[in-house]
């Protein structure tokens, strides 16, 4: 077994690394102070080709491994999470559907402004529809060549920024996942209304809003895959989307790691620093070891997804792990720095709540236990 990365891998961690240190790191505390993200920092990573980096390179992208992907995503995530879950979902759930189920039209039409850094969101979620995807009800009704969508989709990360938009919506009057279907729809398109910007508790830099259609027209060209493959369109993207998010997961759960063992290293109590003291040590080593072991699943899982050998067990392992060792990683660094952790003048006090909702989205802990528990029925 190889646990070397190749040069190419290398090479692309780290220029994403300078990347973040030079642009990104240094005004993280600052976006999540104002709740938002400078225009001017997205127009830097658009000529960087962030926006490409899983994107085929037939259609505009840098057409980079997942494994790759995943080392760009931690290191963004070290930086800031709000930046990184804006690329995490426009390279992933935002623009995969397009690429894995459009036609060839639709992906020549849209891939590469996608990739050129006009930005995609995915809109699945609803009021009455979290972790139960398949009970949506915003509505598809077909007329003549075009389809009208009606309905309602909260949580939408990059809600406001985005160019195009991945929506499902269902047959009217129908339940259950068999009638429903994926659209990919752009900005401006009469009934498409961008909503509320949320007020989260992280990932302050990213926009999470509310997208309405309100009679919405939309080209039955802009059909993803056939009528009634929605559901499984939406569950096989965030099958990857899940590879991203523990990517994310692993990057502010490092970022947590460095900066408490750099404190316990320095801060002394009882005569000596903190890290020399085997209750604050035994923390400590207890979450790089619990970090290393979730790399190992993100590695397996992002491995699989380029043999092209199935991972949905895997991302599903991966995404629980890496969520819940990071939690665990932000918890002991604040833990580690004692009151001054929480205060606002030491990043993990932003660490601790930007990684709070890497349990939440793209699939709770719960989710991921379901999905998982599902493989093992059927594999003994
Ligand atoms: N890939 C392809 N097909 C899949 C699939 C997958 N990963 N998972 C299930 N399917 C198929 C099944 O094979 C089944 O097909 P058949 O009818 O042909 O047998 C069909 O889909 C229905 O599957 P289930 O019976 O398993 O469906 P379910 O209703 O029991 O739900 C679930 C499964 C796993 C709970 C699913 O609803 C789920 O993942 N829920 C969580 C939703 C989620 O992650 N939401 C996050 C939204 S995005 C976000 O967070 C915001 C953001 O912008 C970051």
Redesign the pocket.
């Known amino acids: 077994m190889d646990f070397t990365l190749n040069e190419n891998q290398t090479m692309f961690r780290d220029m994403v690394r300078d990347f973040t240190r030079k642009e990104i790191a240094p005004i993280a505390q600052q976006m999540d102070e104002e709740n938002g993200m400078p225009a001017e920092l997205v127009e830097k990573m658009k000529a960087s080709g962030f926006f490409g980096i899983a994107f085929p390179e037939q259609y505009g992208g840098l057409g980079a491994d997942t494994i790759t992907y995943g080392l760009v995503v931690e290191e963004l995530a070290k930086a800031s999470a709000g930046v990184c879950?804006m690329l995490t979902?426009h390279n992933s759930?935002g623009s995969y559907p397009v690429a894995m189920y459009g036609s060839e039209q639709i992906k020549q039409e849209f891939l590469p402004r996608m990739a050129a850094g006009e930005i995609a969101?995915?809109c699945?979620?609803e009021p009455g529809a979290?972790?139960?995807?398949?009970s949506i009800t915003t509505t598809a009704k077909r007329d003549g060549d075009d389809y009208i969508l009606n309905g309602s989709k909260i949580?939408?990360?990059n809600g406001q920024r985005a160019a195009f938009y991945v929506v499902m919506a269902r047959t009217p009057g129908t339940t259950g996942?068999?009638d429903t279907h994926a659209f990919i729809v752009e900005r401006g398109t009469p009934g498409l209304v961008v909503g509320k910007k949320e007020d989260k508790m992280g990932l302050r830099a990213s926009d999470t809003a509310v997208v309405d259609f309100e009679d919405m027209r939309v080209p039955a060209a802009q059909l993803l895959g056939k009528e009634g493959d929605g559901?499984?369109i939406a569950?096989?993207a965030?099958?990857g989307g899940r590879i991203g998010i523990a990517f994310q997961s692993l990057g502010i759960g490092e970022a947590c790691l460095a900066e408490a063992v750099r404190y316990a290293k320095t801060r002394e109590q009882f005569g000596k620093p903190l890290i020399r003291q085997p209750v604050i040590g035994g923390m400590l080593a207890d979450v790089g070891t619990e970090l290393e072991a979730a790399r190992l699943l993100a590695l397996q899982a992002a491995w699989l997804k380029d043999q092209g050998q199935p991972y949905?067990k895997q991302a599903a392992m991966a995404k629980l792990k890496c969520s819940e060792a990071a939690g665990k990683a932000a918890d002991t660094a604040v833990q580690v720095h004692g009151g001054y952790g929480f205060c606002k003048e030491y990043a993990v006090e932003r660490y601790y709540r930007d990684v709070r909702v890497t349990r939440i989205?793209?699939?709770t802990s719960e989710?991921q236990r379901?999905?998982i528990a599902?493989y093992l029925g059927q594999e003994y």
Do not use: N, P, W
């Open positions: 879950v979902v759930v969101a995915f699945v979620t979290g972790s139960d995807a398949a949580f939408v990360t996942h068999k559901f499984k569950m096989s965030l099958d949905g989205y793209e699939g989710i379901l999905v599902r």
